[in-house]
């Protein structure tokens, strides 16, 4: 068998708080963003008469509650093994995934039902022209945050900061709907910025959806696909030493 040194609990628990401070420094700066760009857009949409940028800035409130869920797991996960969770606190993490998709399911819900709204209003107003401006700072705004939490969930290995990543890409991309939204309307398209609203909405629910299904998967300790057990047998039998391999 291969000589392997086991890690010291003291070193394992170096590592989950290392972890826990890394976790909470992104959830902390992208809290800050999502902050000010929230206010800015539904500010700014109410004024110019966007319903696509109000939409935006209520997608970004979201986005910091779920910076705030983001920082509440890292600090619990960093935690070590005790007498009511001996091993680890991990699954804090899983849960707060899982309701991180909850709340992007209500949240886009909420902003397709408003855009239909808008739709079926014959009145709706042009959106002014620094709604456009906002729209586009939104897209650079959240593309910088995807970049930066992606890197550091790939450097800790994290799957909810890989989920809080996609979740900013996906602002990115609803960012850009929202701009093409909005700058149809003040062309005279008036029903573009509804349109908008609704797709950004869509995508924030479907977004949600395969987040809380693949964090109730994990918590309910869901099988691993047949193919997926087989490679994780193929790659431990190489192994020298091993005979075999079993649950």
Request: proline share 2%; no cysteine; charged share 15%.
């Amino acid at each position: 068998m291969p000589d392997v040194q086991p890690t010291s609990a003291a070193t394992a628990q170096d590592q989950r708080t290392e972890r826990g401070r890394a976790t909470r420094r992104v959830a902390v700066i992208s809290g800050l963003v999502n902050l000010m760009l929230s206010v800015a857009q539904v500010a700014v949409g109410v004024v110019a008469n966007s319903a696509a940028l109000v939409a935006d800035g209520i997608h970004s409130a979201s986005d910091l509650l779920s910076d705030l869920l983001v920082w509440f797991a890292a600090r619990h996960a960093a935690q070590a093994p005790d007498k009511d969770h001996p091993y680890g606190h991990g699954r804090f993490e899983t849960a707060a995934t899982l309701g991180l998709g909850i709340l992007l399911g209500l949240v886009g819900l909420g902003i397709v039902w408003n855009g239909v709204e808008r739709l079926l209003d014959v009145d709706r107003p042009i959106p002014g022209d620094v709604a456009l401006l906002v729209a586009a700072a939104g897209i650079v705004a959240k593309e910088s945050l995807y970049w930066y939490t992606m890197a550091v969930a790939k450097r800790l290995k994290s799957d909810l900061l890989k989920a809080n990543a996609w979740h900013h890409r996906s602002d990115s991309i609803s960012s850009v709907v929202v701009l093409v939204g909005v700058g149809g309307a003040v062309l005279g398209f008036t029903y573009m910025d509804a349109v908008a609203a609704m797709v950004v909405g869509a995508m924030v629910t479907k977004i949600g959806w395969d987040l809380g299904f693949g964090a109730m998967a994990e918590l309910v300790d869901t099988a691993l696909d047949e193919t997926q057990v087989a490679e994780v047998n193929r790659v431990i039998m190489g192994i020298d030493g091993v005979r075999s391999v079993h649950m």
